[in-house]
T-cell receptor, first 111, second 115 residues
Framework: LAKTTQPISMDSYEGQEVNITCSHN???????ITWYQQFPSQGPRFIIQ???TKVTNEVASLFIPADRKSSTLSLPRVSLSDTAVYYC????????????FGAGTRLFVKA | GAGVSQSPSNKVTEKGKDVELRCDPI?????LYWYRQRLGQGLEFLIY????????KSGLPSDRFSAERTGESVSTLTIQRTQQEDSAVYLC?????????????FGPGTRLTVT
C-alpha cells in the first residue's frame, strides 16, 4: 500500500477552518483515502473516506485532486473539542492488506 | 448494538510475567485487528485476522507475542516474558471485512504497564 506523509502537528484557534494535507504519491487504482480521529485515551474513530473529488459529511470534508497523490481533510470552524490526532490512511477495496496508521497529525485548538 | 470490548482495561505486571489481553469484536465482523500504541506515538500494526484465513502476523515485534482468534469471535493477545518496552496501550478493532477499506471500530484499549 502507498505510504502516507502528513504534518506532525498543527495549531489553530476556535472558529477557524483547519486543513490537513496528506501526501500519498504511490496510491494505486483500487486505493481509497480514509481519515480517522483519535481523542486522548480513546481508540481512533472513522471520520471520512473518499476516492476522488470531494466528499462531505457532518464532521468534515475531504478534497482529492485528480491525480489523487494527495488529499486534504477540512474541518470547518473547529472547537476545542476537535483537539485530537488525525490519521490519513490509504486503504484498498480488496482484502488481504493490513492497515497502516502512521504517526498522524496532532491538532491543537486554542481558545 | 454493543461495540468492541476489551479486558482488562488496565494491567500492571512484573517484568518476566506472561499477560493475556482479550478482545470481543462486534458480532458479524469477520476482520479483527490488534495494534500497539506507545505513549505519544501513533498506532503500530501487530496482527489481523480475516475469517478462517491464516492471520497476518507480520507486525508482531517478537516471538514473545502471539494471538489467537476463535472463529469470528473473541481474540486473545498473549505476551510472554514481558519487558518494560512492552508497556503501551493495546487496541483491538473489528470490521465487516479486512483490507482497511471497511470502517474499523475500535475498543477502549488495554493499558499495559510492565514494572
Amino acid at each position: 500500500l502507498a505510504k502516507t506523509t502528513q504534518p506532525i502537528s498543527m495549531d489553530s484557534y476556535e472558529g477557524q477552518e483547519v486543513n490537513i494535507t496528506c501526501s500519498h504519491n504511490n496510491i494505486a487504482t483500487n486505493d481509497y483515502i480514509t481519515w480517522y480521529q483519535q481523542f486522548p485515551s480513546q481508540g481512533p474513530r472513522f471520520i471520512i473516506q473518499g476516492y476522488k473529488t470531494k466528499v462531505t459529511n457532518e464532521v468534515a470534508s475531504l478534497f482529492i485532486p485528480a491525480d489523487r497523490k494527495s488529499s486534504t481533510l477540512s474541518l470547518p470552524r473547529v472547537s476545542l473539542s476537535d483537539t485530537a490526532v488525525y490519521y490519513c490512511l490509504v486503504a484498498r477495496n480488496t482484502g488481504g492488506f493490513k492497515t497502516i496508521f502512521g504517526a498522524g497529525t496532532r491538532l491543537f485548538v486554542k481558545a | 448494538g454493543a461495540g468492541v470490548s476489551q479486558s482488562p482495561s488496565n494491567k500492571v505486571t512484573e517484568k518476566g510475567k506472561d499477560v493475556e489481553l482479550r478482545c470481543d469484536p462486534i458480532s458479524g465482523h469477520t476482520a479483527l485487528y490488534w495494534y500497539r500504541q506507545r505513549l505519544g506515538q501513533g498506532l503500530e500494526f501487530l496482527i489481523y485476522f480475516q475469517g478462517n484465513s491464516a492471520p497476518d502476523k507480520s507486525g508482531l515485534p517478537s516471538d514473545r507475542f502471539s494471538a489467537e482468534r476463535t472463529g469470528e469471535s473473541v481474540s486473545t493477545l498473549t505476551i510472554q516474558r514481558t519487558q518494560q518496552e512492552d508497556s503501551a496501550v493495546y487496541l483491538c478493532a473489528s470490521s465487516i471485512r479486512d483490507g482497511g477499506y471497511y470502517e474499523q471500530y475500535f475498543g477502549p484499549g488495554t493499558r499495559l504497564t510492565v514494572t
